[in-house]
């Protein structure tokens, strides 16, 4: 099975614009998590996808959105971007199926690294 | 204070050495992730745990749900092992939402 992808991988951006990542699971996946990670915030947790519903949120502000569609493809849009916004940003995937006690294995795609300038 | 305490923070050593690196956390958990990132910022899941213990190939990892900390153990360790090894927990309320620590990052020197 192909693993997580990112798209793009790369992206430099200026302040007050706005971006959009992409991120395909797993063929099977149900679920999509997006992470940002920072220097020094360490691995926060964005939001969570589950058949095209956020079933969990992190503490992040409005301007951090995403969506889900039919296929599990899933995008997250950042409006507004402001310098502390740059961070590479995870995306990854599980069946999703399981809550509660079991918990499941995340696999996370390779990221995109930001840079607001 | 944060849910999850990694320890050490960095973490050098020479090849063939054995490796602890902990977790400690203060809320209720559905399971507990290990995983290992390396330069390029690619994260592999190592382990999940709910209880007890798991082994695979060189690599450890132990939960003792009771006293809320875990543990990664590397044997033989090689300079490839070297990466960022981060603990995150899949929380009782929310266990698709992963709280992660800050991460120890090990270099292993030839």
């Known amino acids: 099975k192909a693993g997580v992808t990112q798209t793009p991988r790369y992206l430099i951006k200026t302040r007050g614009q706005q971006v959009t990542l992409s991120c395909s699971p797993i063929?099977?996946?149900?679920?999509v998590s997006w992470y940002q990670q920072t220097p020094g915030q360490g691995l926060q947790f964005l939001f969570e996808?589950?058949?095209?519903?956020?079933?969990n949120k992190g503490n992040f502000p409005g301007r951090f959105s995403g969506r889900q569609f039919s296929n599990s493809r899933s995008e997250m849009n950042v409006s507004t971007l402001e310098l502390g916004d740059s961070a590479l940003y995870l995306c990854?995937?599980?069946?999703?199926?399981?809550?509660?006690?079991?918990?499941?294995?995340?696999?996370f795609g390779p990221g995109t690294r930001l840079l607001v300038l | 204070k944060n849910e999850v305490e990694q320890s050490p923070q960095n973490l050098t050593a020479q090849e063939g050495e054995f490796i602890t690196i902990n977790c400690s956390y203060s809320?209720?958990?559905?399971?507990l992730h290990w995983l290992q990132q390396h330069p390029g910022g690619g994260i592999v899941s190592l382990f999940m745990l709910s209880s007890g213990k798991k082994k695979h190939g060189r690599l450890i990892a132990t939960i003792n749900i009771q006293e809320k900390h875990s543990s990664l153990h590397i044997t033989a360790s090689h300079p490839r092992d070297s990466a960022v090894y981060i603990c995150a927990l899949a929380p009782i309320q929310g266990a698709q939402k992963l709280v992660f620590g800050q991460g120890t990052r090990l270099t292993i020197n030839p």
């Open positions: 996808y589950f058949s095209e519903t956020q079933r």
């Open positions: 990854a995937s599980s069946p999703g199926w399981v809550l509660g006690l079991a918990g499941e294995t995340q696999y």
């Open positions: 063929s099977g996946h149900r679920s």
């Open positions: 809320v209720g958990i559905s399971a």
